[in-house]
C-alpha cells in the first residue's frame, strides 16, 4: 500500500477523555469502532480509500476487537456482505466511492433494503461530486430514495460526523433501513478533532462466534410473495419509525436567527460553506451565529415532514440550498408543503445554479439574490464589490494572459511501466493503422492525456473489452481493450473475458499487470506478488509482477488461446506483440499481459534497500539516463513518446540554436524507457545510458582506472 | 455584534504538484497552530493528483487564541474564498498564475509567495518548437494582483537544504509572519516534538529545518531575498561559452551587427568539416549581404538578414551525421559533462552507455551516390528498413575506439552522397533568399528564418527539409492569389510557426491552403494491411 498508517492506527486506540487530531474520514474510521461495528468491508477508491486502507493495516487490533475486515472484490461484494445483517444483530459498515461503486452495488443494495436489516449498516460513500473528482457527476442521493435507504449527510465538523456514525447505526436499526451516508471529498480530507469515546467490542464477532444459524424466514428473503410486502413495509413502517428516530434524537439541527420570517434548509454537508458565504454578505458572525435562522439536514432522506413544515410555516420565505440535479430535496418540500397548504415561498434553484459544486462564491452569489428580495433594507455593498471584483479580476487576469494556461492534469509516475505501453501502442498504430481503443479505469487512463491521447471510450471500471463488443464486429480493423489488473478483477473478467470467449469475439484485450490497484492508493489484489516474494528477492530494484500468475492460469482455464506476455518497458517486443495481435489469423480473443510491477511500489521497496546497502558501504549502481545537449535536436519527438516528468526541455546552450533541448533532471529513476523509445522509434542519438556505480569493488576500480587511462588518450579535449 | 464576532480567519490557499509534500505541510501548520493554541482546519482536494498533477490545500487559522473564545468554536470553510485570501504559497510559477486567474488572490489583501521555478507541463515540452509559456508574463500577472508578493527558487533552496519543497514553503510561511505563531512553534513541530540538539536530531528533520530556516530568512529579511537571487543568477550565468572571434578580413567583409554570429558560425564550420568548407560558408554569406545590401542600403534593418542566415545556414551546412554524432559523444567535456550531470562522486565509476540505431541511409550516407543508390535501394526492398540498435560503451577502450574511427571519416562526409544532396537543397533555399531579399527585404528576411524548420537526424530532418522546400515553392516563387511581397512574407511566417505547432503537419497544411497554396504531398509509407472481411451473406 501506497501509505503507511502506523500513526492513524494509534489514534484509532484512543478512548474516553483522549482528544482525536486527523482526517475526517479517519474520524469516521474511529467512529466506527465507537459503535461497536462488527465487520467492516469495501472496495477502495477516492476519497474514502484510507477508511479500508487503516482498518487493513490495523488487522491485529481488530482482531482484538473480534472485528472482521474484508478488502472486498468490487463494491457489489462489498454490499452483499451487508446481507449478515439482515438476520443477525451484526453491525456492519461498508465504503465505496461514489456514484460509480454504488451503480456497481445496486443489485445487492435493493436486495439488502426490501427485506430490511436487524443489525445497523452503514453504507459510506465518498460523494465524488464538484472540485477535485474523478468521475461521471451524479447524486448518491437517488439510490436513498429508490432503494429506500436513510441518507446521512452530517455538517462537516469531525464531532458531528463522527456522532452521526453512532445514530446512523441506531437509526439503522429501528427502522430496519441500512442507512448511508454521504461524505464529500473536501469533508474526507478536513484535518480538525474530536473528544473520543472508548471503543466497543461487538457482542457477536469473530472472538465471540454465533452457535447457531438463524431459523427460515421467508420474510427474510428479498423474493416474491414477501418483496411486496416489503415494499408496502417501506412506507407504512420503516419510514415512519426512521422519521420518528431523526425528530426524537434532533439529528437535523435548528439555528435561529434574527430574521425569523425567512429561513434556509441546507444539507448538512454544505453547512460551512452556507456559513462563510453569510458571513460574506455580512448575514452572519465567526462562530455560524446567523440573521437568517437555518435547518441544517443531517439526514438528507428522509426529511421529517412535521419539521420541515413548522421550518416553513409563516415565513416570508425559504432557501433549499441543495447541492447537483435533481432537487430531490426541494421538490420534497415543495411537494410537502403543497399538501398541508403552507403558503411559505420556497427557492433554490431559480437562484442558485442546478449543476456544479457549491462554493462559497455561487452560494454567496445565490443568497444576495434572496436577500436582495427579502431584506431590500441589509446593505450589500462591500458583497457585491467582492463578487464584481472576482469576476473583473479573471477577465484582466486573461486578457493580461492572452493564451488561456496549459492544463496540468494527472500523469503517469517517473518510471510507470504503463507509459512505454503506450509508446509502442503510438508506434504499432504506425504500422498497423489507427484502431478503435477501448480504455478503462485506473492509472492507464491517464494515456487519454497528452502525449498520447488515445481511447475512444470509457465505460467503467473493467468495461473497456465489453465496451469493444458492438464496435469491432462492424469495424475493418481490430479494436483494442484496455484493461488493469484491478479492473480485471473488479469486473473485467466476467463482463469481459467471459462474454468475448462465449461469442467467439475477434477481440484484442491488453492487460496491464502492475500488481495493485494503483490508482487508488496500491492496495493489494489477488495477483499482487506476496510479502515473502519481496523478502526474499535478491535484487529488489526488478519487477516481482511475474512472480504471480494468477491472471494467466485464470485466463488459461477460461479457455483463452492467444495469450502473450510482454515486459513493458521492452517497447519494440511490445510494439511486435501489438502489431501481431492487430493483424494474426487468429479470430479469437487475444491477449497480451503487460507485466510491469507499478512503480510507487518498486521504489518503496528500492529506497531503503539502497540506503541500507550505501549505509554498510557495499556496491551499489545507480542508473540515469541522460541527453547529450549538443546532439540533441530539439524537435522534442522524444517527449511525444514519453512525457515522463523528469524528460522535460531547457534553454538551448548552442547561441546559435534557438529551440530548447531535450534534458533528463533529477528523479529519473532509470526505468529504461529513453533508450528503449531511442531504439524503437529511431529517435535522435542524443540519448545516454549512466551506471553510477558506488563503492565500486578493488577489482572494479583497478580496471576501471586502467580503461580510463587508454580512453583519456583517444579522447580529444 | 462585537469586533472579535466580526473578525475572520486567517486563510491560506497552497499550491503544489503531486508528490510534493504538500499533505505533510497541511499538517505541520494545523499541530503549529494547535500548540500556539490556535483553532485551525485543513482541507485538500488530493484525488489522482498525486500522480504529478496540480493540487492544491487550504488552511483557516483564527487570529485570537482558543482561551479567549470562551469555548466558541469558529465556523471554517472547507474551501478557498476568491478573492478573500490572505496568502497564496506556491512551489510553481503557472500554478500560482492559475489560481490568480481563478481570482484567487485579490490586489488589496493576498500576500503571494511563489517559487519562481516552472515544471513545463506536458503541453509545454511536447511542442516541436518552443512552446514554453513565457515565464515573464506569468511574473507580471503575480505582480499585478498581489498585496506583496515574495518570488525565489523553491526549487534551488530545497535542494540546497537537501531537503523537499514542503519544508521550504513552511519556512516562508512562518518568515511571512502571516500567522501569529512564534518561529519556534513551526520549528517544534517540524522536529516532530524533538528537542535535542540539531546536530542530534533525524537526518530528515535536519534537513527539513535547514530548508525552513533559509526559506524563513528569504521572505523574513528581503535583504537575503535579494542576494540570494543574485547568487542564483550568477550561478546561472557561468556556463556562458567562449565568443569566437573573427579574423580582421573576415571581419572588415560584414557589418558589425552580423560579427558575433558570423563569428560562432565560422567556428562550427571549421570545427565541423575543415577551413575550405568554412570559407564557402563565408562566399555563400557574402551573396546574401549583397542582396541586402541592395534592398536596404542603408542597413535600416541592422543587417537582419544576412544575421540570421549566418546562423541558420551554419546550422544546416553543420548538417547532423553519425560523424559528427560520434566526435561530440567521444569528446572529454563530453564525458566530464556526463559526470556532472549524474551528480557521481570523485570516486564512483560511471560507465556510459550510448544509444545509436543507425539505418542503410545513414551509411549511404558516407557512400558515392551510385553506391549509395544501390544501398538504399537494396533497404526499400526489404519487408522492415534495415536498423542497427548499437548500445556503445563510451566509457570503454573498445566503445571509445570505434568512436573514434566513426569521428575521423570526416574526410568520407564530403566524397559521401548526403553531402551533395545538402549542397544542393542548400542551394536552392540560399537562392530564394537572395532572391527574396532583392525583391522585398522582408520576404528575404522570412525565408531566412524557415532555416529553423531544418533539425537534426533522419526522419526528423527529412520532414523539416520538406516542409522548408515546400513553402519556398510554394509561398516564395510560386503564383498565389496575392503575390505581393507583403503578402508572401505574411505567409511564409505563418507557414514557419505553423510547422513548429505540431508534429503531423496539419497546422502547416490548413496554413498553406489558407494562402492559396497546395497542401504538402502524403507521403508513401507502408502499412500493415489487416482487414476483417464483412459477414458473408448466407
Not at chain 1, 484496455?482 to 492487460?511: C, E, K, P, Y
Not at chain 1, 510507487?600 to 539502497?610: D, F, N, V
Not at chain 1, 522535460?648 to 546552450?653: S, Y
Not at chain 2, 554570429?261 to 575550405?276: I, P, S
Amino acid at each position: 500500500m501506497e501509505v503507511s498508517f502506523s500513526k492513524e492506527i494509534e489514534a484509532l486506540r484512543l478512548g474516553a477523555g483522549d482528544t482525536f487530531h486527523g482526517e475526517g474520514i479517519l474520524a469516521i474510521t474511529k467512529g466506527l469502532l465507537q459503535s461497536g461495528v462488527a465487520y467492516v468491508g469495501g472496495y477502495q477508491g477516492a476519497p474514502v480509500s484510507h477508511l479500508l486502507d487503516v482498518m487493513v493495516q490495523a488487522k491485529p487490533y481488530m482482531d482484538e476487537l473480534g472485528v472482521h475486515v474484508e478488502a472486498c472484490s468490487n463494491e457489489a461484494s462489498a454490499a452483499a456482505m451487508l446481507g449478515a445483517s439482515i438476520h443477525y444483530p451484526l453491525r456492519g459498515a461498508v465504503t465505496w466511492k461514489s456514484i460509480v461503486g454504488t451503480n456497481v452495488a445496486a443489485d445487492a443494495l435493493s436486495n439488502l433494503s426490501s427485506p430490511g436489516v436487524k443489525g445497523g449498516v452503514l453504507i459510506v460513500v465518498g460523494e465524488d461530486y464538484g472540485e477535485g473528482a474523478s468521475v461521471i457527476q451524479e447524486r448518491t442521493h437517488a439510490y436513498a430514495l429508490k432503494s429506500g435507504m436513510c441518507l446521512l449527510d452530517p455538517r462537516p465538523d469531525l464531532g458531528v460526523m463522527v456522532n452521526m456514525v453512532e445514530h446512523g447505526f441506531r437509526l439503522s436499526e429501528h427502522s430496519n433501513m441500512p442507512c448511508m451516508m454521504e461524505l464529500r471529498i473536501r469533508t474526507c480530507h478536513v484535518r480538525g478533532s474530536f473528544e473520543c469515546k472508548n471503543n466497543l467490542a461487538p457482542a457477536i464477532s469473530t472472538r465471540a462466534l454465533m452457535e447457531e444459524p438463524a431459523g427460515f424466514d421467508y420474510m427474510r428473503l428479498a423474493h416474491p410473495p414477501v418483496t411486496f410486502r416489503h415494499e408496502k413495509l417501506k412506507g407504512d413502517e420503516r419510514l415512519p419509525a426512521a422519521r420518528r428516530y431523526i425528530a426524537e434524537n434532533r439529528l437535523n439541527e435548528l439555528i435561529p436567527g434574527t430574521h425569523a420570517d425567512l429561513g434556509i434548509v441546507v444539507q448538512g454537508g454544505l453547512y460551512n460553506a452556507l456559513v462563510r458565504s453569510l458571513q460574506q454578505l455580512g448575514l452572519a458572525d465567526a462562530f455560524g451565529a446567523t440573521d437568517i435562522p437555518l435547518l441544517v439536514l443531517n439526514v438528507a432522506y428522509p426529511l421529517v415532514p412535521e419539521q420541515v413544515a413548522d421550518f416553513c410555516v409563516g415565513k416570508r420565505a425559504v432557501l433549499v440550498v441543495e447541492e447537483g440535479q435533481p432537487e430531490y430535496i426541494e421538490q420534497e418540500i415543495a411537494t410537502l408543503l403543497r399538501r398541508r397548504d403552507i403558503q411559505t415561498p420556497l427557492h433554490g434553484c431559480d437562484m442558485l445554479p442546478a449543476a456544479g459544486e457549491y462554493g462559497v462564491e455561487v452560494l454567496a452569489t445565490g443568497l444576495a439574490q434572496f436577500a436582495q428580495r427579502y431584506l431590500p433594507q441589509h446593505a450589500q455593498d462591500s458583497a457585491q464589490g467582492w463578487l464584481v471584483g472576482n469576476r473583473e479580476r479573471r477577465a484582466a487576469v486573461a486578457t493580461q494572459l492572452e493564451a488561456p494556461l496549459p492544463a496540468r492534469p494527472p500523469s503517469f509516475c517517473i518510471g510507470c511501466p504503463e507509459r512505454p505501453v503506450f509508446a509502442a501502442l503510438k508506434l504499432a498504430q504506425q504500422d498497423s493503422g489507427p484502431v478503435h481503443i477501448a480504455a478503462d479505469i485506473g492509472c492507464h487512463a491517464f494515456g487519454t492525456f497528452e502525449p498520447f491521447s488515445m481511447g475512444h471510450s470509457i465505460l467503467g471500471y473493467g468495461m473497456s473489452l465489453a465496451s469493444r463488443a458492438g464496435v469491432s464486429p462492424m469495424m475493418q480493423r481490430r479494436a483494442l481493450s484496455i484493461m488493469g489488473d484491478g479492473g480485471f478483477w473488479h469486473n473485467g473478467l466476467l463482463t469481459g473475458v467471459q462474454s468475448a470467449l462465449f461469442n467467439g469475439d475477434d477481440a484484442v484485450l491488453l492487460i496491464f499487470k502492475n500488481g495493485y490497484t494503483s490508482a487508488t492508493g496500491t492496495q493489494d489484489i489477488i495477483s499482487t506478488p506476496d510479502d515473502e516474494m519481496k523478502a526474499h528477492a535478491v535484487d529488489k530494484q526488478q519487477s516481482l509482477v511475474d512472480k504471480n500468475q494468477t491472471i494467466e492460469s485464470t485466463l488459461k482455464g477460461l479457455g483463452v488461446q492467444w495469450l502473450r506476455t510482454v515486459h513493458t518497458y521492452h517497447v519494440d517486443k511490445m510494439r511486435k506483440t501489438l502489431n501481431n495481435a492487430f493483424t494474426s489469423d487468429f479470430n479469437g480473443l487475444k491477449v497480451i499481459i503487460a507485466e510491469g510491477e507499478c512503480q510507487l511500489e518498486r521504489q518503496r521497496r528500492i529506497k531503503p534497500w539502497i540506503a541500507s546497502l550505501l549505509k554498510k558501504g557495499k556496491r551499489v549502481v545507480r542508473v540515469k539516463y541522460g541527453v547529450d545537449e549538443d546532439v540533441c535536436n530539439g524537435d522534442h519527438a522524444c517527449i511525444r513518446l514519453s512525457g515522463c516528468p523528469t524528460l522535460t526541455i531547457k534553454d538551448n546552450p548552442d547561441p546559435l540554436k534557438v529551440d530548447p533541448v531535450a534534458v533528463v533532471i533529477d528523479g529519473c529513476v532509470g526505468c529504461g524507457l529513453c533508450g528503449e523509445n531511442a531504439h524503437a522509434a529511431t529517435l535522435c542519438p542524443s540519448f545516454y545510458r549512466a551506471e553510477v556505480v558506488q563503492n565500486p569493488k578493488w577489482h572494479e576500480r583497478l580496471l576501471h582506472s586502467l580503461r580510463g587511462a587508454v580512453v583519456r588518450a583517444l579522447q580529444p579535449a | 455584534m462585537t469586533t472579535m464576532n466580526r473578525t475572520q480567519p486567517i486563510t491560506l490557499l497552497v499550491c503544489a504538484l503531486g508528490g510534493e509534500g504538500g499533505g505533510v505541510l497541511t499538517e505541520w501548520l494545523v499541530d503549529t497552530a494547535r500548540h500556539a493554541g490556535y483553532a485551525a482546519q485543513s482541507t485538500s482536494i488530493p484525488g489522482v493528483a498525486q500522480r504529478t498533477g496540480a493540487t492544491t490545500y487550504y488552511i483557516e487559522v483564527f487570529p485570537v487564541p482558543l482561551t479567549e473564545l470562551g469555548g466558541r468554536r469558529p465556523v471554517f470553510s472547507l474551501s478557498p474564498v476568491p478573492g478573500a485570501l490572505d496568502a497564496i504559497v506556491s512551489s510553481e510559477l503557472l500554478e500560482t498564475t492559475r489560481q490568480i486567474g481563478n481570482g484567487m488572490s485579490a490586489p488589496q489583501r493576498t500576500l503571494v509567495i511563489t517559487s519562481s521555478g516552472r515544471t513545463l507541463t506536458t503541453v509545454e515540452r511536447m511542442r516541436p518548437g518552443d512552446g514554453r509559456t513565457d515565464a515573464q508574463r506569468l511574473l507580471d500577472v503575480v505582480k499585478a494582483f498581489s498585496r506583496e508578493h515574495h518570488v525565489f527558487d523553491m526549487g534551488t533552496v530545497a535542494r540546497e537544504a537537501g531537503t523537499v519543497v514542503s519544508a521550504v514553503m513552511l519556512g516562508a510561511i512562518a518568515g511571512s509572519g502571516l500567522f501569529p505563531f512564534p518561529r519556534e512553534a513551526y520549528e517544534q513541530v517540524v522536529r516532530g516534538g524533538d528537542t535535542s540538539a540539531p546536530e542530534k536530531l533525524s537526518k530528515m528533520a535536519a534537513a527539513s529545518l535547514r530548508g525552513f530556516s533559509k526559506a524563513f530568512d528569504i521572505v523574513g529579511t528581503p535583504r537575503a531575498q535579494a542576494a540570494l537571487v543574485t547568487r542564483l543568477l550568477s550561478s546561472q550565468g557561468d556556463e556562458a561559452p567562449v565568443q569566437p572571434t573573427l579574423s580582421a578580413e573576415v571581419a572588415r567583409a560584414f557589418p558589425p551587427p552580423v560579427h558575433d554570429m558570423l563569428a560562432l558560425g565560422h567556428a562550427r564550420l571549421v570545427d565541423y568539416q575543415d577551413e575550405t568548407y568554412a570559407a564557402l560558408y563565408l562566399e555563400r554569406l557574402q551573396q546574401v549581404l549583397a542582396a541586402e545590401r541592395a534592398s536596404d542600403s542603408a542597413g535600416a534593418h541592422g543587417f537582419a538578414v544576412t544575421r540570421e542566415m549566418a546562423r541558420w545556414l551554419a546550422l544546416w551546412m553543420a548538417f547532423d551525421d553519425i560523424v559528427r554524432v560520434a566526435e561530440l559523444k567521444s569528446r572529454a567535456s563530453r564525458a566530464q559533462r556526463v559526470r556532472n550531470e549524474v551528480k557521481a562522486a570523485d570516486d564512483d565509476i560511471v560507465k556510459v552507455y550510448d544509444h545509436f540505431k543507425p539505418g542503410a541511409p545513414e551509411f549511404a550516407a558516407l557512400l558515392p551516390a551510385s553506391l549509395a543508390h544501390r544501398v538504399t535501394a537494396w533497404d526499400r526492398r526489404r519487408k522492415t528498413p534495415f536498423a542497427l540498435p548499437l548500445k556503445v560503451g563510451s566509457h570503454s577502450v573498445a566503445g571509445m575506439a570505434s568512436l573514434r574511427v566513426l569521428a575521423s571519416l570526416r574526410w568520407l562526409r564530403k566524397r559521401g552522397s548526403r553531402f551533395a544532396e545538402e549542397q544542393a537543397l542548400i542551394e536552392r533555399w540560399l537562392a530564394a533568399v537572395v532572391q527574396g531579399t532583392r525583391a522585398d527585404w522582408r520576404l528575404g528576411h522570412e525565408i531566412a528564418l524557415c532555416g529553423r524548420l531544418i533539425k537534426g537526424y533522419g526522419s526528423t530532418n527529412e520532414h523539416g527539409k520538406r516542409n522548408l522546400l515546400h513553402v519556398i515553392d510554394h509561398l516564395a516563387v510560386a503564383p498565389l492569389p496575392d503575390g505581393s511581397p507583403a503578402a508572401r512574407s505574411a505567409a511564409i511566417a505563418a507557414a514557419r510557426e505553423a510547422a513548429l505547432a505540431d508534429e503531423a503537419g496539419t497546422a502547416l497544411d490548413a496554413t498553406l491552403v489558407r494562402h492559396g497554396a497546395p497542401p504538402r504531398p502524403v507521403i508513401a509509407q507502408p502499412i500493415r494491411w489487416m482487414k476483417r472481411p464483412p459477414a458473408a451473406t448466407p
